[in-house]
T-cell receptor, first 111, second 115 residues
Framework: GENVEQHPSTLSVQEGDSAVIKCTYSDSASNYFPWYKQELGKRPQLIIDIRSNVGEKKDQRIAVTLNKTAKHFSLHITETQPEDSAVYFCAASSGNTPLVFGKGTRLSVIA | GAGVSQSPSNKVTEKGKDVELRCDPISGHTALYWYRQSLGQGLEFLIYFQGNSAPDKSGLPSDRFSAERTGGSVSTLTIQRTQQEDSAVYLC?????????????FGPGTRLTVL
């Protein structure tokens, strides 16, 4: 089955700097890669997703890139703000199978 | 509209007891998922219901875990003979449509503590 590895487990950045979180997956059949954000004490929420027919997707300060050959995808957050502090989870699926999540990255944005 | 709700929000039980956790999905959502989130861990898939299809139980860790979804709406996750390692936050999510491509909307979770 699918296995998703996520790095780093914790990340601290200065406000205004960029943050990058990387994930790798094992199943070449996976074609859907969402990212969820979980603020402290709150429920996870989808922030961006990408399908395998594109290599990059942007939404304001966040972007996701996908390298199908290498089986890895990354979340990029630019101009980080304190409200970006949260745990971020990547996930992968073939569409017909349940999402397999990474273990999460705790991002701290230091003002 | 109302989001996904779960009850209870917290449950403390003694080892060996059975517990039932409830999930009310968003009205009209045909897909319902249960996940377990242990401290410092990701979201571990447990079970997936889609419409009237047979559930995908491939994530259930042991036969002590079971779930039902009655009438295509409310779901109950049951853990029998609880063990300390069952302590975690149990999250429910629902989505419209079939398959993982649809955004999952999560509930607030039930924090289970097994003493």
């Amino acid at each position: 089955g699918e296995n998703v590895e996520q790095h780093p487990s914790t990340l601290s950045v200065q406000e205004g700097d960029s943050a990058v979180i990387k994930c790798t997956y094992s199943d070449s059949a996976s074609n859907y890669f969402p990212w969820y954000k979980q603020e402290l004490g709150k429920r996870p929420q989808l922030i961006i997703d990408i399908r395998s027919n594109v290599g990059e997707k942007k939404d304001q300060r966040i972007a996701v890139t996908l390298n199908k050959t290498a089986k890895h995808f990354s979340l990029h957050i630019t101009e980080t703000q304190p409200e970006d502090s949260a745990v971020y989870f990547c996930a992968a699926s073939s569409g017909n199978t349940p999402l397999v999540f990474g273990k999460g990255t705790r991002l701290s944005v230091i003002a | 509209g109302a989001g996904v709700s779960q009850s209870p929000s917290n449950k403390v039980t003694e080892k060996g007891k059975d517990v039932e956790l409830r999930c009310d999905p968003i009205s009209g959502h045909t897909a319902l998922y249960w996940y377990r989130q242990s401290l410092g861990q990701g979201l571990e898939f447990l079970i997936y219901f889609q419409g009237n299809s047979a559930p995908d139980k491939s994530g259930l860790p042991s036969d002590r875990f079971s779930a039902e979804r009655t009438g295509g709406s409310v779901s109950t996750l049951t853990i029998q003979r609880t063990q300390q390692e069952d302590s975690a936050v149990y999250l429910c999510a629902s989505s419209s449509g079939q398959g993982a491509f649809n955004e999952q909307f999560f509930g607030p979770g039930t924090r289970l503590t097994v003493l």
